[in-house]
């Protein structure tokens, strides 16, 4: 099975500041049609997960453009431009790439300071 | 649009079995990849198992095979997911999701006691 890793666990953030989430597999996410099949979640307090971005860069509908995706291989990026209060919660990265099974990193908590 | 609705909370004793449904609105159950993602405290988001859209055979994650059984009822356009013999570790949060992961259900807590 694919082996999500995600860094930090937990970010700080001031309100208004960029913010970035690292995450890392544990092999290739590239598949044999071309696509990478990288996801990226965010999990508000409460609520269920929700999806950000797919295939690596691309925006969900609705999901404001201070988030954006990137990265290729085995290294990929979440970045907040500018954090707004309603940004808190807990971001998950996903591959489904190699499926079975569907694999999600950790979690990186992210909370104001 | 899709809308995900499942039922309500469980609680159950060790050794038992639960089922969780998920009604489908805005399209047919039979349309959509109908996959499962639980969330415990310790072990974050899991996927358990969902329908390859390929065969439209359904795919379950080694961790539950032998316990878990997904089904669909397309009169009702409901999905269930049924998992038998539980244990503590059981207890958690189950989602219904699409194949995508792009519409997701409330979630359904699930507690097992002993």
């Known amino acids: 099975d694919v082996v999500m890793t995600q860094s930090p666990l937990f970010l700080p953030v001031t309100l208004g500041q960029p913010a970035s989430i690292s995450c890392r597999s544990s092999?290739?996410?590239?598949?044999?049609?071309?696509?990478?099949?990288l996801n990226w979640f965010q999990q508000r307090p409460g609520q269920s997960p929700r999806r950000l971005i797919y295939?690596?860069?691309n925006r969900d509908s609705g999901v404001p453009d201070r988030f954006s995706g990137s990265g290729s291989g085995t290294d990929f990026t979440l970045k907040i431009s500018s954090v707004e209060a309603e940004d808190v919660g807990i971001y998950y990265c996903?591959?489904?790439?190699?499926?079975?099974?569907?694999?999600f990193g950790p979690g990186t908590k992210v909370d104001v300071k | 649009q899709v809308h995900l609705i499942q039922s309500g909370a469980e609680v159950k004793k060790v050794g038992a079995s639960v089922k969780v449904s998920c009604k489908v609105s805005?399209?047919?159950?039979?349309?959509?990849?109908m996959h499962w993602v639980r969330q415990t405290s310790g072990e974050g988001l899991e996927w358990m198992g969902g329908?390859?859209?390929?065969?439209?055979?359904?795919v379950y994650a080694e961790k539950f095979q032998g316990r878990v059984t997904m089904t669909e009822d397309t009169s009702t356009d409901r999905a269930y997911m049924e998992l038998s013999n539980l244990i503590s570790d059981d207890t958690a949060v189950y989602y219904c999701?699409?194949?995508?992961?792009?519409?997701w259900g409330q979630g359904t807590l699930v507690t097992v006691s002993s």
């Open positions: 329908i390859d859209p390929v065969d439209g055979e359904t």
């Open positions: 996903m591959q489904g790439t190699h499926w079975p099974p569907l694999t």
């Open positions: 999701t699409t194949k995508e992961l792009d519409y």
């Open positions: 092999q290739s996410l590239v598949h044999s049609d071309g696509n990478t099949y």
């Open positions: 805005g399209y047919k159950v039979s349309e959509i990849s």
């Open positions: 295939k690596v860069s």
